[in-house]
């Protein structure tokens, strides 16, 4: 049986469209993603069970959640109806336009009772977002008293060092601090490498013959991260170390049949090894010699399921995790 008794602290992912495509993003969010958004009536049922299971305090991201600021009040009073905290909303800047219009919002999300938000302050955000925007948007917080909750502080001098008025590439960053720089950035972040993140640093892995890679094979606890799960506006509980795997919360909540989700089951209780066999027998799938660790085996094993085979499989949602990527 797959099933969850307890959920500390996580989030909701009320839409995954975004105004950038980060080279970081593990959602795999972009511009290019339909226009969906957490409703009402969706985010009660979600926050009813969230309490069920002992959570009483989340915090929303997206994609961008703020790009569409009606909807999200919808979805904070929602979670006030079920009394559940929200400790901040992410967002990336990208909507601030000018104090006024900004501090309109603001002032909103105050009356909704949202103090604080996390602002996104890094060099993948900043190829897609001009830092004249994140500072605008830290002023409009200030002058209404919204908390910022900047994310991360410590990339700020190096961001500012180039022009502020536009966006820069990863590769303006690395002629300005060396070759190495996106490694080092990627350590530094503490990147969970997986979706969009996964793509951009698998260059850089060391590769390994698939048969190591199945012989050293061990469960991948999707379940046990009941300290930063999320889960998304179509209700599927995502789990904290691997995105593009989900199951209904809903279903979780009391024990679902590991049957029906055998993917999510194969890679929870067995690891990359039983993904690999089910993949291998009731697939027809074929794997390269060699790849960049376990991780890049079972986003090949994904995509050969959801985008070469074009299968609707419960347990690999949404789609747009492999086909935005
Ligand atoms: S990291 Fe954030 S801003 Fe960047 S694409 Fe992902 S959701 Fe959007
Ligand atoms: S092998 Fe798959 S399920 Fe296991 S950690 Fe990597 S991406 Fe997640």
């Known amino acids: 049986m797959l099933k969850i008794q307890y959920l500390v602290s996580g989030g909701v992912i009320t839409n995954y469209k975004c105004s950038s495509k980060c080279k970081h993003c593990c959602y795999s969010s972009s511009p290019k993603w ?9 985010a009660d049922e979600i926050f009813a069970v969230l ?30 109806r079920n009394s559940i905290g929200i400790e901040y909303i992410e967002t990336n800047a990208s ?6 219009s900004a501090k309109a919002v603001l002032k909103e999300l105050k009356d909704h009772g949202i103090n604080t938000l996390l602002i996104s302050m890094d060099p993948y955000h900043n190829e897609y977002i001009p830092f004249w925007k994140v500072k605008g948007l830290i002023q409009a917080c200030s002058d209404v008293k919204m908390n910022v909750f900047p994310w991360q502080m410590e990339f700020w001098d190096e961001i500012d060092a180039l ?28 990147l969970n490498l997986k979706g969009r993140a996964f793509m951009t640093y698998r260059p850089f892995m060391k590769k390994q013959p698939v048969d190591q890679i199945l012989k050293e094979s061990k469960p991948c606890r ?16 995502i789990p904290q170390s691997c995105p593009g795997f989900s199951i209904p ?14 993917l999510f089951n ?5 690891g990359i090894k039983g993904l690999f066999e089910l993949a291998e027998k009731e697939y027809g799938y074929m794997p390269k010699n060699e790849y960049a660790g376990k991780c890049d085996l079972c986003y090949d094993i994904r995509n050969h399921l959801v ?9 690999l949602k949404p789609e747009g995790h492999y086909k935005y990527i």
């Open 34 to 42: 339909p226009n969906d958004y957490m409703t009402p009536s969706l």
């Open 163 to 190: 022009d502020d008025q536009k966006t820069h590439s990863l590769e303006e960053y690395i002629r300005l601090y060396g070759q190495d720089y996106p490694v080092r950035l990627m350590g530094r972040y503490g």
């Open 266 to 270: 194969s890679v929870e209780s067995v």
């Open 95 to 100: 909507w601030y336009k000018d104090a006024a």
């Open 307 to 315: 985008l070469e085979l074009g299968l609707d499989l419960p347990d």
């Open 222 to 237: 999707l379940l046990s991260g009941i300290y930063h799960f999320h889960v998304d506006l179509y209700g599927n509980f």
């Open 249 to 262: 919360l809903k279903e979780l909540e009391n024990g679902t049949d590991p049957d029906r989700y055998r």
């Open 51 to 80: 309490k069920r299971l002992g959570c009483d305090a989340i915090h929303i991201g997206g994609g961008e959640p703020l790009l569409q600021p009606d909807k999200i009040m919808s979805v904070v009073e929602a979670a006030h």
